[in-house]
C-alpha cells in the first residue's frame, strides 16, 4: 500500500468527509422519521462541458459540480470555501452567469456550458481581470481569488460595475478573510476598460 | 447527503405527475422540486431535508413558469423567473420598486442568478437550531422535540407571531413585498390549479411549526398575480448587521396611493421580525385615510409591535422595527414619482 502523501489539497479534501459522516451519524436517532431511502447511492451518465471540452462522467446524483470539477475533472481551480453557498470561493459560470458550484448538482448542469478559472486565460495569455488582479495586488493567501476573478469577470459583463459602490454591492457575495476588498475594486475597475464594457 | 433518484421532465404536467406524493405539507415530502436548489440543496448537506427524489423543473419552457407579463387584471410573475432577472428589470424598478428592491437587496449576485422567485417564498429559516441536527430540540425538523431557540441565543430570531413551539423568523425578502401588494399565489398540483392569497401560504408556527406552508405535497407554485394599478410609491428597506449580503434585522415593504398629504391607501410587509412573512395590518389600518405625518407613522408602528413576544437577544427588534416602518413610509411619502 502506498504510503499516502499528505498535501494542503489532500487535508482540505478529508476535512469535509468527517464532517459528512458525523452529520450523518447524528442523524440516525429514531425520532427522526425520515422518509423511505433509495436502498443505494444512485448514479448516473452526466455529459459536462467545461471550458470548451465534453467529457462524460458516471456520477452519484449527490456529486455537486463543485466536487465534479474538482474530483472527477482534477480541476481543482475551483475552490471549496464553506460548501454551503456563503462564501464564493466556488463561483464559476454557467452559460454565462456566475453561480455557486457547491449548490448546483452536476446534473444540473449538463449540457450546460461550464467555465472556470482555468478556462479563463487564451493562449497563454492571461485575462484581462487575472492580470488586474495581479497588477493590483488584489489578494494574499489566493483561496479566494478564482472565486473573485469568476464573480468579478461576470459582474463586468453583466454591466454591474460602474461605480465603486456598485463593484462592492455586486461583488458581496465573495468574501475574502485577507480583506483585500479595496485591491479588488482597483483591479475590477482596471479590467472593465479592457474588457470593452463596463 | 443521501441517496436519491434525479429527474428532469421535458413538461410540467409531467413534473407534476412525477412529484406525487403523501405526508403533512410539503416541506417534508420525500419529493421535492429543483429549481436553483439554493436552500434545498443546502438543507439536504446538512440533513435537515432528506428527499428521495428530486424533479428538476429549472429548465421547463413553459409560458405559464415564465416572465412578467402585464394585463388588465395586473402584473404576473411565471415563477421559475430567476430573481437576478427580476431584479434587472426595468419596468418592475420604476413600476414596482418594492418588489425589484426586495430581489436586490436579496442575497448575492450568485445566489439570485440560481435562485428562482417561485421556490424563494419558500426559503426556510436560517434558525441556527432548525440547521443544525446536532440540536436535538427543534419543534420544525423533529416535531414535539422541543426549541433549543427559546433560551438560546435567539437574537435573530422573530418577536411577531411566534409560538411557545417555534420562534423562528421568516428569512426572505421578496414575500414581503408580495404579501403587501395583496398578490395571489397560482398553484398546480395532482389536484389541478389553484389560487391561493398570499396571506394564506405561510401558515404561522401555532402547534405545527413543521408545517410551514399550505402546499400540499406535489404542488408546485407557477406563478404570482399582483392584481390592480401599479405602485410607483413603494419601497423596500432592509436594515442588517452588514452593508450587502446578510438576512434583514428588520425589513419594511410599503407602498402607498396618497391623495395631498392623506394616505388613501397604505400597504406595510415586514421582515426580519417575523415567523412568516408579516403584514402589518394594525399599522395600516391606523393610518388608512389618514395625513401621514410622522408622529401619526411612529404611533402606528408601535402599536403593531405591541403584540411582539420578545425573547433574551431580540428584544431590540421591538424598536428597531417601529424605526424601519417608519423611515420606510416616510421616504416612500417623500418620493417623487
Keep these: ?198 | 447527503m443521501r441517496p436519491f433518484t434525479y429527474e428532469r421532465p421535458k413538461a410540467i404536467a409531467e413534473a407534476v405527475s412525477m412529484a406525487r406524493s403523501e405526508g403533512a405539507g410539503h416541506v417534508n415530502a420525500p419529493v421535492q422540486y429543483l429549481g436553483g436548489g439554493t436552500t434545498l440543496l443546502d438543507l439536504m448537506k446538512l440533513d435537515v431535508m432528506q428527499p428521495t427524489r428530486l424533479v428538476d423543473i429549472s429548465r421547463l419552457d413553459d409560458r405559464l413558469l415564465r416572465g412578467v407579463s402585464r394585463n388588465r387584471e395586473g402584473l404576473r410573475i411565471g415563477a421559475l423567473s430567476s430573481m437576478a432577472e427580476l431584479a434587472d428589470n426595468g419596468m418592475l424598478a420604476r413600476d414596482y420598486p418594492v418588489l425589484q428592491q426586495s430581489l436586490w437587496l436579496a442575497a448575492s449576485q450568485q445566489l439570485r442568478n440560481m435562485a428562482r422567485v417561485g421556490g424563494n417564498v419558500l426559503q426556510r429559516t436560517r434558525c441556527p437550531y432548525f440547521r443544525d441536527t446536532s440540536y436535538s430540540e427543534c419543534n420544525k425538523r423533529i416535531p414535539g422535540s422541543g426549541c433549543a431557540a427559546m433560551d438560546g441565543v435567539n437574537r435573530l430570531h422573530a418577536v411577531l407571531g411566534v409560538s411557545d413551539k417555534c420562534i423562528a423568523a421568516y428569512p426572505g425578502d421578496w414575500a414581503q413585498g408580495l404579501a403587501a401588494l395583496d398578490a395571489v399565489v397560482e398553484v398546480l398540483g395532482p389536484g389541478g390549479a389553484r389560487s391561493v392569497p398570499f396571506g394564506e401560504l405561510h401558515r404561522p408556527p401555532g402547534e405545527t411549526p413543521h408545517i410551514e406552508t399550505s402546499l400540499q405535497p406535489g404542488e408546485l407554485i407557477t406563478g404570482f398575480v399582483v392584481p390592480g394599478e401599479p405602485w410607483p410609491r413603494s419601497l423596500y428597506r432592509k436594515v442588517r448587521d452588514r452593508e450587502s449580503y446578510a438576512f434583514a434585522n428588520a425589513s419594511a415593504a410599503v407602498a402607498l396611493r396618497m391623495r395631498g398629504d392623506v394616505a388613501e391607501d397604505i400597504r406595510i410587509g415586514l421582515g426580519g421580525v417575523a415567523t412568516t412573512p408579516w403584514r402589518a395590518r394594525t399599522a395600516e389600518g391606523m393610518l388608512r385615510g389618514k395625513p401621514l405625518t410622522e408622529a401619526a407613522i411612529r404611533a402606528a408602528a408601535e402599536a403593531e409591535f405591541a403584540q411582539a413576544r420578545p425573547r433574551e437577544h431580540n428584544r431590540f427588534k421591538v424598536a428597531l422595527g417601529p424605526a424601519t416602518i417608519t423611515r420606510a413610509l416616510l421616504e416612500a411619502k417623500a418620493m417623487e414619482v
Excluded at chain 1, 476535512?15 to 440516525?28: L, T
Excluded at chain 1, 423511505?36 to 467529457?55: F, Q, T
Excluded at chain 1, 486565460?121 to 495586488?137: S, T, V, W, Y
Design chain 1, 1 to 198: 500500500m502506498e504510503t499516502p502523501k499528505i498535501s494542503r489539497r489532500g487535508l482540505l479534501g478529508a476535512s469535509p468527509v468527517v464532517a459528512v459522516s458525523a452529520k450523518a451519524a447524528s442523524a440516525q436517532t429514531p425520532e427522526a422519521a425520515a422518509p423511505a431511502l433509495p436502498d443505494a447511492p444512485v448514479r448516473r451518465r452526466v455529459v459536462l462541458k467545461v471550458n470548451g471540452e465534453s467529457r462524460e462522467l458516471d456520477l452519484d446524483t449527490r456529486t455537486t459540480l463543485l466536487d465534479a470539477l474538482r474530483e472527477h475533472l482534477h480541476l481543482a481551480g475551483t475552490k471549496k470555501g464553506c460548501d454551503q453557498g456563503q462564501c464564493g470561493a466556488c463561483t464559476v459560470h454557467l452559460d454565462g452567469e456566475r453561480v455557486l458550484s457547491c449548490l448546483t448538482l452536476a446534473a444540473q448542469a449538463e449540457g450546460r456550458e461550464v467555465v472556470t478559472i482555468e478556462g479563463l486565460a487564451r493562449g497563454g495569455k492571461l485575462h484581462p481581470m487575472q492580470q488586474a488582479f495581479i497588477d493590483n495586488d488584489a489578494f494574499q493567501c489566493g483561496y479566494c481569488t478564482p472565486g473573485q476573478i469568476m464573480s468579478a469577470v461576470a459582474c463586468v459583463q453583466e454591466g454591474h460595475a460602474r461605480t465603486d459602490h456598485e463593484i462592492r454591492e455586486y461583488m458581496s457575495g465573495n468574501l475574502c478573510r485577507c480583506a483585500a476588498y479595496p485591491n479588488i475594486v482597483a483591479a475590477i475597475n482596471q479590467a472593465k476598460s479592457q474588457m470593452g464594457r463596463a
